[in-house]
Each structure stands twice: as C-alpha cells, then as structure tokens.
C-alpha cells in the first residue's frame, strides 16, 4: 500500500499563487507515476497535471497548460504542483494519486492509490 498526503491549498486571490505538496509513503517503490486530479461541487473529478517518475516527463489539461507546473522529488517521495495565475475557475478540491503503471496517466480510474484531498480556493 501507498499513502498519500496533500497539504498546501487555501484561499487565494484571483491572479495569485499556491504550491500544493503531496507525499508518499509505504510502498513508494512500486509507484512509477503520480498526477493532480481537481473536483468541484457538481463536477466529475478531472484531470490536472501528471509526471512520470523514470523519465521525468509531465503532462497538462490544456485548462491549466502554461499556469500549473508539475514536479517531483523522488528522494523526497513528493510531487508538487506549482499554481500560478490562479482563476475562480480552478476552485476545487485538488486529489493527489499515485499509480504502477505509466499509462492511462490522464484517467482517474487508472491510478491505485489516492489522498484525501486539499481545498483550493480562488476568490476576491
């Protein structure tokens, strides 16, 4: 098993800025990808932003392409998620998820393991 702990969301101004962290702990050996999920109320779970632990490439839902960027530290067994230019539109509950295998990295039902979520809150 693998758990996952997000902490750095909160309550930010239009325009602003927040780094969420996520980290991991157990069986992080057997973990070779980890991505950003984001929920609002009303709205299906979406897809944020995901990185491959082998080689390091990442990938963006083209609604936060060029604001968020994706990052890890695998000595750490934490991925960050840098928000820039924050809009009201990113206002969610962002997940954290980890899973074996590479593939499927944009498909929430691929990932095996998932945290409890940190509240991001973009408002004036």
């Known amino acids: 098993q693998v758990q996952l702990v997000e902490s750095g969301g909160g309550l930010v101004q239009p325009g602003g800025s927040l780094r969420l962290s996520c980290v991991a702990s157990?069986?992080?050996?057997?973990?070779?990808?980890m991505g950003w999920f984001r929920q609002a109320p009303g709205k299906e779970r979406e897809f944020v932003a995901a990185?491959?632990?082998?080689?390091?490439?990442?990938y963006y839902a083209d609604a936060v392409k060029g604001r968020f960027t994706i990052s890890g530290d695998n000595a750490k067994n934490t991925v960050y998620l840098q928000m820039d230019s924050l809009k009201p539109g990113d206002t969610a509950l962002y997940y954290c998820?980890?899973?074996?295998?590479?593939?499927?990295?944009?498909?929430?039902?691929?990932?095996?393991?998932w945290g409890q979520g940190t509240q991001v809150t973009v408002s004036s």
């Open positions: 998820a980890a899973k074996r295998i590479e593939a499927g990295l944009a498909i929430p039902t691929e990932y095996d393991y």
């Open positions: 157990g069986r992080t050996f057997s973990v070779n990808a």
């Open positions: 990185i491959r632990w082998t080689s390091g490439r990442t």
